[in-house]
């Protein structure tokens, strides 16, 4: 958010500098991410007026001005459509240097233009360095002195940028910064809003607002104001905006946009005209409703919205942003100025949903001031008859729920110095929370209860977070530098090495590793049906929905982030995380492991010379990868074995056994789990527990030299029942413990009528070799005699 101090000076007084407010918001928690210097006016802009105004002979769009500068008249040839006699406009004389915008300079100098003679240069605002408005000349203010600097008359402004954290919406707005100061530097703030506005009653509006969604809607005020004249807003409103970075707009929209930044409470005024029985309905949106916004886009709208309706149609998304047919324009009249309250979940869901965000919603969804729903509408309606000519004709309609009391905190004084490991008197403690507007409710020697203010309602909840407001009000600097005591890792060394190695071997046999959240949605944690709703980890005040539970597997942002790449048409991928997951165990405790998760899709080697693309991933590529890591971490005994899993298709599923234990499962994904990512070949994932890869024993290394003798190889094929798996047949081979078998692998599988139903036909190759001899053919035929007729 931006800030102007020239603008937050009218709220309090402040002698620090530019830099040492900066500093001490900072400190107090408040990060002052960037300092701006903006409204910097050169020297040689003076304010001037246009005594006349003829149209440029050899130009359709160019006009030749007569300007008064106070001590003479200068010929100005200018562009602009509002160059105007009678206006008072910024003249840069001849010799006035204004940056160019790449770090160097330019001079304004006597020129012709078009043949005719120009003596200087009238200035739009953006020309200025005060907005960006560049559509004509920048218009001042008849109370200026034709001839005198125009710097006199537009100070030098400092434009804070800071990052607002999302407990703190109360830091949204000039008023809520300058409580804190006065806090933190002392000084009196000023209340801008008045304590009432005059009303010229006419006509009966106690049916105006109806509120049929009280829960989310707990307090909707309105007024009606009439004769409204919109136009352009004063120099004074619209450099308010333009220097925070919100563009002018026109005098009516200004002010609400105005008010908003200055008490936080966002405002929206609706033309009357296109009310439909001149009513406010607050509802839920109806099933298959839509509006058009004010940014021209149509959204369809669901039932768990709310909207502001009138008697046929909503004319407003409650919280996020007014409808395109209902706002201000420049013939507008009679409007309703309403300040309302939205439940801040609501907003936030529907503005999430809709990919449509304000400065409304950003404020709403982080839960705005309910007591300064009221205030705002005063302030507003006050500069509507001010700067709009605006009649105020109805009293304040309010439609409100009972609220609800504010809550009460007891404190121990002792309580705060032990939590803040520092010395601070009772009476400063006090004299803290009462600046930052807690009120005792009762007093004793050793502690006091103190209500919280409405702003602070959403996230002081203890005393822990009383005195965390007395440490940023004190002084965070002013803690006791204490000596970081190390605590010892439940992770040994020897396990966080051997999880270093592991990441390096997935990393090597060509995986990317990702780092996902360990939240998401229970939508996504109970994808693939292996966990129910009651099987996972809630926190107890979740972010949002989309964050609520504990991620019970890896799956949900293995899918995620292959749904992501698949979007950005990145095809051909290869993931791993390792990471914690949580769920709950057979009694229903909460229980934390470790898991690996592996994700391929697309070609294993897409990058080739010739045009066609590399050989799709398949099963046997991820049990490759696993075979790959688990003999090079020397597994005594690993194997895989077909299972069925539902987040896997039934032919293309096997679980992962260490030690004779299930240790993980891997699979092509069914297409429940692919839906929607529009995938082009099958998605193939592994989950692995980490614990049982650790734990798992291992085998000794030994060498021996490498044979200098040649091979002898035989074939072997034989009919199978259709079940039969190939490490069975390699395991019962490598069993009957035959000499000089160096290996036997799997080169043909053939499945036909020929051979008969539920049966298959495999074939073998069998390489003997010895290490110190060559082997004859009559002692190789005795050893493949043995093979085939114990396979027969």
């Not at 002195?145 to 954290?165: A, M, S, W």
């Not at 099987?535 to 890896?554: E, G, W, Y």
Request: a negative charge; hydrophobic letters at 40%; charged letters at 25%.
């Amino acid at each position: 958010m931006k800030l102007s101090l020239f603008r937050l000076k009218h709220y309090i007084d402040i002698s620090l500098s530019p830099e040492e407010l900066a500093n001490a918001l900072t400190m107090a928690g408040l990060e002052v991410e960037e300092i701006e210097t903006v409204g910097k006016i050169p020297d040689g802009v003076i304010v001037a007026k246009i005594i006349s105004r003829r149209k440029h002979e050899n130009s359709d769009h160019l006009s030749i001005c007569e300007v008064f500068t106070g001590s003479e008249t200068l010929q100005i040839v200018c562009g602009a459509p509002n160059c105007d006699t009678g206006n008072i406009v910024p003249l840069a004389t001849i010799g006035t240097v204004f940056p160019d915008g790449e770090g160097g300079t330019f001079t304004i100098k006597k020129g012709k233009i078009r043949g005719v003679e120009s003596f200087g240069m009238m200035c739009s605002a953006k020309e200025l360095g005060l907005s960006e408005d560049h559509k004509g000349l920048m218009l001042l203010p008849g109370t200026f002195e034709i001839g005198k600097p125009l710097q006199d008359y537009v100070p030098t402004d400092t434009v804070y940028t800071l990052e607002i954290t999302p407990n703190r919406p109360d830091w949204l707005s000039y008023w809520g910064v300058a409580r804190d100061i006065a806090a933190l530097v002392g000084g009196e703030v000023k209340f801008p809003a008045p304590e009432n506005v005059p009303v010229d009653l006419a006509g009966d509006w106690s049916n105006l607002v109806t509120v049929e969604a009280p829960d989310l809607c707990p307090l909707y005020t309105a007024r009606v104001i009439r004769n409204v004249k919109v136009g352009e807003s004063p120099a004074w409103l619209k450099a308010s905006l333009a220097a925070i970075g919100i563009r002018p707009i026109n005098n009516i929209v200004d002010i609400t946009n105005f008010v908003m930044m200055e008490l936080g409470e966002p405002l929206h005024v609706f033309d009357m005209r296109f009310l439909k029985g001149e009513r406010l309905v607050i509802r839920r949106a109806n099933e298959n409703e839509s509006i058009t916004a004010l940014d021209g886009k149509k959204y369809d709208l669901t039932t768990n919205d709310l909207v502001i309706a009138d008697t046929e149609k909503p004319v407003a998304i409650a919280g996020v942003m007014g409808g395109e047919y209902s706002g201000v324009v420049g013939d507008t009249t009679d409007v309703v100025l309403e300040s309302a309250w939205f439940d801040p979940a609501s907003v936030r869901a529907t503005s999430r949903r809709l990919g449509l965000s304000s400065e409304a919603s950003y404020r709403f969804e982080r839960g705005a001031d309910r007591a300064m729903i009221v205030p705002a509408s005063m302030r507003a309606a006050q500069l509507i008859r001010e700067l709009g000519s605006g009649n105020v004709v109805s009293p304040l309609i309010s439609v409100a729920q009972p609220e609800k009391p504010a809550r009460v905190i007891d404190l121990k004084y002792d309580r705060v110095r032990s939590l803040l490991g520092m010395d601070v008197g009772n009476r400063r403690i006090d004299d803290i929370l009462h600046s930052l507007g807690f009120a005792t409710v009762r007093q004793s020697e050793s502690g006091a209860s103190f209500s919280v203010p409405s702003w602070r309602d959403l996230d002081v909840m203890g005393p822990a977070d009383l005195a965390e407001e007395v440490a940023r009000i004190h002084g965070l600097d002013k803690l006791p530098d204490v000596p970081i005591k190390a605590t010892q890792s439940d992770i040994s060394g020897d396990a966080i090495l051997k999880i270093t190695h592991l990441r390096e071997q997935l990393a090597g046999v060509g995986l990317y590793e990702i780092v996902s959240n360990s939240m998401m949605s229970e939508a996504s944690a109970i994808r693939g049906g292996i966990f129910e709703p009651g099987d996972l980890i809630r926190p107890n005040n979740p972010i949002s929905l989309d964050l609520a539970v504990m991620r019970p597997s890896l799956l949900p942002c293995l899918l995620d982030a292959v749904r992501y790449n698949i979007a950005r048409k990145n095809y051909d991928l290869g993931f791993f995380e390792i990471g914690h997951v949580f769920c709950a165990n057979q009694e229903k405790y909460p229980e934390e492991r470790d898991e690996i998760g592996i994700a391929i899709t697309g070609c294993a080697h897409p990058e080739r010379y010739s045009k066609e693309r590399g050989q799709q991933y398949d099963f046997f590529d991820l049990k490759g990868i696993l075979e790959s890591v688990l003999t090079r971490r020397r597994l005594a005994s690993f194997s895989f074995v077909p299972a069925t899993d539902p987040r896997f298709l039934p032919t293309c599923c096997a679980e992962l056994i260490i030690d004779g234990k299930k240790a993980g499962v891997l699979g092509q994904a069914t297409e429940d789990l692919t839906k929607g990512m529009r995938l082009t070949t099958p998605l193939f994932i592994a989950l692995i527990q980490l614990d049982a890869l650790l734990s798992a024993s291992t085998k000794s290394e030994y060498y021996v030299p490498v044979s200098q003798f040649p091979s002898v190889s035989r074939d072997v094929a034989f009919i199978a029942p259709a079940k039969l798996r190939n490490q069975d047949v390699i395991d019962f081979i490598r069993k009957l413990h035959l000499p000089h078998l160096e290996s036997v692998s799997i080169f043909d599988v053939f499945e036909g009528k020929a051979i008969g139903e539920g049966k298959k036909s495999l074939a073998y190759s069998l390489v003997f070799r010895s290490p110190d001899r060559t082997l004859t053919d009559d002692e190789v035929n005795v050893l493949y005699e043995k093979v085939r007729k114990n396979l027969a």
